[in-house]
Each structure stands twice: as C-alpha cells, then as structure tokens.
C-alpha cells in the first residue's frame, strides 16, 4: 500500500525568503509523484509531477522538487516566497494497476508567508 | 474549456437524508474520481470510474455510491448521511486509468454540511 508524510503540517517564511516543504512517500512500485496548491475557496491545481525521466522536476511559479529514490522523498522548494504562495500543498504519490489509477494524497502543508 | 464543473456548490442536508452530487469532467477525459476533504486534512479516495463501471474504490462504506454516463460525466450518491460526512468533494478527472503519471484536474468541489 502506498502512503505519503508531509513532515510539516504549517510552515512560515517572510516574503521573499526560500521555501521548503517536505515529503516522504512510501510505495511498492515505482511511483508518479505529484505537488498540488490548493488556494482558500479554490480547486487543487498541479504544481509539478515526477514521472521517472528527471529526478529535478521544474514546476509553475517558481517552484521545483527533487526526487530522491534512497531517501525515498520529493520536497518541494522555491528559492523566494511570495505573498500569492499562502495556501495549503498536498503531496501526492501514484501507481496504476489493472484496476485503475491509484491517487494518495498527503495531510498537507499549510504555507503562511509573513510581510 | 470548461475545465471539471461540479454543482451545486454549496448543499445543506440533515442527518438521515440521501444526497448527490454532480460532476463533469473536463473535454477529452473519460475517467472521474471522487474525494472526500474533511475540514484541514488532504482529500481521501472515495471511487474512481471508467466506461461507466466502477474500477477502485477506497474505505468508505456502501452508503456511498456512484454512477458514470456515457457523456462520462458522474454523480456521487450518498445515503444515511452522518454527521461526520460534512465535507469537501472534490471531483477530479483524466485520461485513462493505467498510467500512474496521469494528472488528474480537479474541480472546485461541493461544500456538504449535515446538520
């Protein structure tokens, strides 16, 4: 069965500092892994995915993650937080099986970004 | 594109009532899944169908059901409601069900209060 750790459940930055937001995965097959942002009163949007062609994954708005098979995590950077960055990051870890796509989704990560 | 459109947004039921919920998917998918997000933790696989069959589902019990038409579109039934079943539902679509690196676009959910 597969799982995901957010490690954090709230992290803080002031604006313009680098973020981090940590992610471990558990999974039997090689995994896809996923970011998604989820905005206040707003639908979950894809940051960035892995699917096994570049451990360095680039993502929208400034953000990446690596993937790091040994360590088995996907952590999320950005070098610079902005004020629009506040918002709640899910983790997400994928397989697929002859009975259909499987999508497990983190606790989340609350991002708040100080003045 | 309309991207995935639920409705309606907002429900409010009491205990003991049936409810469902619509969902349709974006142009070009014919796969739907459906979330349950409880209040400040990540969204939890509910069912996912493909050709109008029902193909994964996770630990929610039978009073949660669904259905899917050959317009793909989908609705999520649920009867006997809880009050621990007030929640987010989020509907999320994609194309085919056998790649784990399938993105799944998400809808903006329907907020379901049970009083």
């Known amino acids: 069965a597969q799982s995901v750790t957010q490690l954090d459940s709230h992290v803080s930055v002031s604006e313009g500092t680098p973020v981090l937001l940590r992610c471990n995965y558990s999974s039997s097959y090689s995994p896809s892994l996923f970011w998604y942002v989820q905005h206040p009163n707003k639908g979950l949007q894809l940051l960035l995915k892995?699917?096994?062609?570049?451990?360095l994954v680039k993502g929208i708005n400034g953000f990446e993650a690596e993937f790091k098979k040994s360590e088995t995590s996907f952590h999320l950077t950005k070098p610079s937080a902005h004020m629009s960055d506040a918002a709640e990051y899910f983790c997400?870890?994928?397989?697929?099986?002859?009975?259909?796509?499987?999508?497990?989704f983190g606790p989340g990560t609350r991002l708040s970004v100080l003045p | 594109d309309a991207g995935v459109t639920q409705s309606p947004t907002h429900l409010i039921k009491t205990r003991g009532q049936q409810v469902t919920l619509r969902c349709s998917p974006k142009s070009g998918h014919d796969t739907v899944s459906w979330y349950q997000q409880a209040l400040g933790q990540g969204p939890q696989f509910i069912f996912q169908y493909y050709e109008e069959e029902e193909r994964q589902r996770g630990n929610f019990p039978d009073r949660f059901s669904g259905h899917q038409f050959p317009n793909y579109s989908s609705e999520l039934n649920v009867n006997a409601l809880l009050l621990g079943d007030s929640a987010l539902y989020l509907c999320?679509?994609?194309?085919?069900?056998?790649?784990?690196?399938?993105?799944?676009?998400f809808g903006p959910g329907t907020r379901l209060t049970v009083l």
């Open positions: 997400v870890v994928s397989d697929a099986t002859r009975y259909g796509q499987n999508f497990v």
């Open positions: 999320a679509s994609s194309w085919g069900t056998d790649r784990a690196y399938n993105e799944q676009f």
């Open positions: 892995y699917t096994s062609a570049a451990t």
